[in-house]
């Protein structure tokens, strides 16, 4: 079998656990609307630290709950926390720090600060600094962090937890993002006792009823602009209000409008409580999702990006599509 190629190199690497086997007390930090791949590869990191006995506590900006609940020891994200000050800090697939929210303020009392992390727009400030833009996911460098000298404490939930972390953010091992390695990552993961099939069926197939409802309100306002190279889809207060879902739950549903043929640039708009609109955009290979957001300060990977943008529809609507066309 083909070696996989570390991603990160042994000096790197050399470095994280220079940095984590000295530390007796460590904070993992997720981003804001978390996802399969922040949670779980913090999830994976926490049980294998905590196996060596260190304290670990993790720390996201948003609630962790709906298709999360599926990655084990997900609880421990609402539990007190009970450290003052923490040895180590890591934030994981968090692209600035503005994407750690309020827990941002958490790194304050962190002696020394890591990131790893997959984004290409990633310049925080940090002891040091993982970052790899090459791999689909963050899960692939904790896999290559942990498949030297921890192999051992890769056990069948922690292979779980990484398995639907590369699952989520790989899009199934479908985006373009995707590479040899990814695959081969997910055979060893499988290996070391995870079960790729309920995965697949939670994070990629099942939808709750509510969910289904909301798609089907968004998704049959459709609108595209550009002879359907360009669609966007919205999201409105009281399409939350009336399926009972929150904007959590829009997660995936601009995908349905990507994979519409001709469209090369779709965009989802999702109302947020301090009037603006929480905007994903995902690409096909010609655009660059990343620029687009970063026209409005926010960022992302080159097929799939997001920002914030104040404003009421129309005139949101108006300044996307204005970049977008200059993107066509
Ligand atoms: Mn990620």
Wanted: glycine letters at 8%; proline letters at 2%; hydrophobic letters at 40%.
């Amino acid at each position: 079998m083909t070696k996989i190629e570390s991603l990160i190199g042994k000096t790197k690497t050399d470095a994280f656990w220079s940095l984590a086997d000295r530390a007796h007390t460590v904070a993992l930090f997720c981003h804001v609307n978390p996802d399969g791949d922040t949670c779980g590869s913090a999830l994976a990191l926490a049980a294998v630290l905590r196996k060596e006995g260190k304290i670990v506590e993790l720390y996201c900006p948003s609630p962790v709950g709906g298709k999360l609940t599926f990655l084990d020891g997900w609880e421990s994200f609402g539990a007190p926390k009970t450290q003052s000050r923490y040895d180590l800090g890591i934030a994981i697939d968090c692209g600035d720090t503005g994407r750690m929210g309020e827990c941002a303020a958490v790194t304050e009392k962190c002696d020394k600060f890591a990131i790893v992390d997959h984004h290409k727009t990633n310049n925080m400030a940090c002891d040091l600094s993982i970052v790899r833009p090459t791999a689909c996911a963050t899960a692939e460098l904790v896999f290559m962090l942990l498949s030297d000298s921890k192999r051992d404490l890769i056990d069948p939930v922690v292979a779980k937890l990484l398995f639907s972390a590369l699952v989520t953010d790989s899009g199934g091992f479908s985006f373009s993002s995707v590479s040899a390695d990814t695959y081969r990552i997910g055979a060893e993961l499988i290996d070391l006792g995870a079960k790729q099939a309920p995965v697949f069926a939670h994070f990629l197939k099942s939808t709750d009823r509510n969910v289904f409802e909301l798609r089907n309100r968004v998704l049959s306002r459709a609108r595209f602009f550009e002879g359907g190279k360009i669609g966007v889809i919205a999201f409105f207060a009281d399409d939350f209000a009336a399926t009972q879902t929150t904007e959590r739950d829009t997660d995936g549903i601009v995908n349905f409008v990507r994979d519409v043929n001709g469209v090369k640039i779709a965009v989802s708009m999702s109302q947020t409580d301090d009037g603006k609109f929480k905007v994903s955009i995902r690409t096909d290979d010609d655009v660059d999702a990343s620029f687009i957001a970063s026209v409005f300060n926010g960022g992302g990977h080159f097929n799939a990006a997001g920002c914030r943008i104040p404003g009421d529809y129309e005139e949101v609507l108006d300044r996307l599509l204005k970049t977008c066309r200059d993107c066509l």
